[in-house]
């Protein structure tokens, strides 16, 4: 206590701190010194000043372009973006309705600025309707008759039996796969094609692939269904391997592999507007998938057989066909189903007309038109694909059916000639959002059909040869081509065999008149 006590310093007496001289505050170093990071911000400001001083005219203006616009909507919210590009929208529709204006007649500037304005409201009216599926454009009146130099045109070869076909919605690229796993990609107009590469077991198994039950088997390449997003970024492939693969078409690379099903994936289809993946199965099944997250989100049952086909437009509504002799509405929110029974021994396509009418193609020969309020179909074309003999002669007269006559209830009679399955109806087509349709089988004819809401019918159009099983069709969205997958075999077998076919995707040009 001593030590601590004599080594305790003393605090310094108030008279020394008096006699100690004052220092003005602008000599203190305490205020004068700047602090470490305040020298830092200052050199910084000066390099950057030096920086603009070396930088040459050009990139100055170049600057001026690009960072003065991101600094000008820097600040931006969502609304006002959305007002921002929703009013860029409308200045372009108005210069476009201007410019037709202009061409047909000169008004005053007044008259001519109402007019146009009513112009846009109308187009955009139309516009959303048609893409809601609330308003159909009535456009199969004006599919002229094609001339015979004016046939289906082969744009891709397939080694073997091609089973699905997919356009993207720029009607500028297509997919197509066969039974032998090869997946192409290819360009409507010039035909270029890129063929897509399977990976590894690895990385199969990296992406979420199981293996087979079997272990002495590999995966299967056989394909059966095709799907593509509405921005063209993902492809979905299904087929006899039990999973749905995900693909980049960018870069043409497989990214994702779903598991679930306990059957062979036998349709897929995207919703119309979103990346919701829909797929069906062999083992009674829908799955639904969220593409971009990579995740599964339900599973549907209600089918007794296997699922052949599916469709869906842009509400959360499926469209399925089974060999269970039912087509079924599914109302995805509510949790519910509608069920169709087909009077044909099983139902092999179906696709949307709109929302509350859809399109069917039956293993007999029949194309059935069904609405939503009526648990049968409204209107049955019999015999749609009967073979007549030879195929030659199965040219259109005067816009009918050559093979039989109209009869008051619209069926068409005829006798069926060669394998049965040559006249199975495997695929059905509607342009959207139109009331043209079309249909295809094994006899050597791809018919054009108008879907008449008003009196619930269905008129044939025109005949277009193709030899060989039509197992897939897909109409542009513009609906001035028809794309068909052919090939010598149908598409879930080997039934029936056709050596005179090649296996490929043919291109059908439609002239459409105007209005």
Same mark, same amino acid.
């Given at each position: 206590m001593k030590n601590k006590s004599s080594t305790k310093k003393n605090p310094p007496s108030s008279k020394s701190s008096r006699n100690k001289p004052r220092v003005p505050l602008e000599q203190d170093p305490f205020f004068t010194r700047d602090s470490k990071r305040r020298r830092r911000a200052d050199e910084e400001i000066e390099s950057n000043e030096s920086d603009q001083d070396g930088v040459s005219p050009g990139e100055e203006e170049e600057e001026e372009e690009h960072g003065g616009g991101r600094s000008e909507f820097a600040a931006e919210t969502a609304d006002l973006e959305r007002h921002r590009v929703a009013k860029m929208f409308l200045d372009n529709f108005r210069e476009q309705t201007k410019r037709a204006l202009e061409e047909e007649d000169e008004t005053d500037e007044d008259e001519d600025a109402n %007019?146009?304005?009513?112009?846009? =409201?109308?187009?955009?009216? #139309?516009?959303?309707?048609?893409?809601?599926g609330r308003a159909r454009k009535l456009i199969a009146s004006r599919v002229q008759k094609p001339d015979k130099l004016d046939g289906f045109q082969a744009l891709v070869r397939h080694r073997q039996s091609v089973t699905a076909v997919a356009?993207?919605?720029?009607? @500028?690229? /297509?997919?197509? =796969?066969?039974?032998?796993?090869?997946?192409?990609?290819?360009?409507? *107009? %010039? !035909? #270029?094609?890129?063929?897509?590469?399977?990976?590894?077991?690895?990385?199969?198994i990296s992406h979420g692939a199981k293996n087979p039950q079997n272990p002495l088997k590999t995966w299967s390449k056989h394909v059966l269904a095709l799907a593509i997003s509405f921005d063209g970024r993902y492809l979905a492939t299904g087929g006899l391997d039990r999973h749905v693969h995900l693909w980049d078409t960018r870069?043409? @690379? *497989?990214?994702?592999?779903?598991?679930? *099903?306990?059957?062979?994936?036998?349709? &897929?289809?995207?919703?119309?507007?979103? &990346?919701?993946?829909i797929s069906a199965s062999f083992d009674r099944t829908i799955k639904l998938w969220n593409v971009e997250d990579r995740a599964y989100m339900d599973s549907l049952? !209600? *089918?007794?057989a296997e699922i052949l086909s599916i469709d869906c437009l842009r509400k959360e509504r499926l469209l399925t066909v089974g060999r269970d002799r039912t087509m079924r509405l599914w109302k995805v929110p509510e949790e519910s189903q509608l069920v169709f029974r087909a009077p044909a021994t099983s139902l092999e396509c179906c696709c949307f007309v709109s929302n509350d009418e859809f399109l069917s193609?039956?293993?007999?020969?029949?194309?059935?038109?069904?609405?939503?309020?009526?648990?049968?179909?409204?209107?049955i074309v019999r015999n749609a694909h009967a073979t007549m003999a030879p195929i030659g002669d199965l040219d259109a007269k005067d816009n009918c059916v050559p093979n039989g006559h109209i009869q008051e209830n619209g069926n068409l009679e005829g @006798?069926?000639? !060669?394998?049965? =399955?040559?006249?199975?109806?495997?695929?059905?087509?509607?342009?959207? %959002?139109?009331?043209? =349709?079309?249909?295809?089988? /094994? %006899?050597?004819?791809?018919?054009?059909w108008a879907v008449e809401s008003d009196t619930k019918s269905i008129k044939p159009l025109h005949d277009l040869p193709l030899v060989g099983f039509v197992n897939a069709l897909a109409f542009a969205k513009s609906g001035r081509f028809l794309v068909a997958g052919v090939a010598q075999e149908p598409r879930l077998g080997r039934w029936a065999r056709n050596p005179a076919s090649c296996n490929g995707i043919y291109v059908q040009p439609l002239r459409i008149s105007e209005e």
């Open positions: %007019n146009r304005d009513s112009l846009v =409201a109308e187009m955009l009216l #139309k516009e959303q309707l048609e893409e809601s356009l993207a919605d720029g009607d @500028q690229k /297509g997919f197509s =796969a066969s039974k032998d796993g090869s997946i192409i990609q290819w360009d409507i *107009h %010039n !035909g #270029k094609s890129e063929k897509y590469v399977w990976p590894d077991r690895e990385r199969m870069t043409r @690379q *497989h990214i994702q592999a779903f598991s679930g *099903h306990r059957g062979p994936v036998s349709c &897929l289809t995207f919703r119309q507007g979103s &990346l919701e993946l049952f !209600g *089918h007794q193609g039956s293993d007999d020969g029949s194309i059935e038109l069904w609405s939503m309020l009526r648990k049968k179909p409204t209107f @006798q069926s000639y !060669g394998p049965a =399955a040559v006249s199975w109806v495997s695929s059905v087509a509607v342009s959207r %959002n139109s009331d043209l =349709a079309a249909s295809g089988a /094994g %006899n050597g004819v791809v018919r054009l």
